[in-house]
């Protein structure tokens, strides 16, 4: 099982940004594809944004022209810049890596960061 560490999360006023990272913790493996998604309280799970192996990036209505996908092949590493971040997005931001090895193929999660916009 590939394991995943996010980072970056924490409380911000609305009007401000934040940048979320995520990584696989082996060191032998290389990031196919990824995604962000987020879940509110009572709401279901949703993408937020991906990425693809070629670098196309696809993101929900919602985020466009304030959120950025990103990935660092050097650092084997894929971020999420939010900028002009509003109380409605706040939630817990999970990653998702299409992770490949030399010998497999996995899709793993990340365990959450907790975001949250608040004045």
């Known amino acids: 099982q590939v394991q995943l560490v996010e980072s970056g999360g924490g409380l911000v006023q609305p009007g401000g940004s934040l940048r979320l990272s995520c990584a696989p913790s082996a060191s032998n493996v290389s990031i196919i594809a990824a995604g962000w998604y987020r879940q509110a309280p009572g709401n279901q799970r949703e993408l937020v944004a991906r990425?693809?192996?070629?670098?196309?990036?696809n993101y929900a209505d919602s985020v466009k022209d304030r959120f950025t996908i990103s990935r660092d092949n050097a650092k084997n590493t894929v971020y999420l810049e939010m900028n002009s971040l509003t109380p409605e997005d706040t939630a817990v931001y999970y990653c998702n890596l299409g992770v490949r090895s030399e010998s497999w193929y996995r899709n793993a999660w990340g365990q959450g960061t907790q975001v949250t916009v608040s004045s």
């Open positions: 990425i693809t192996s070629s670098g196309t990036t």
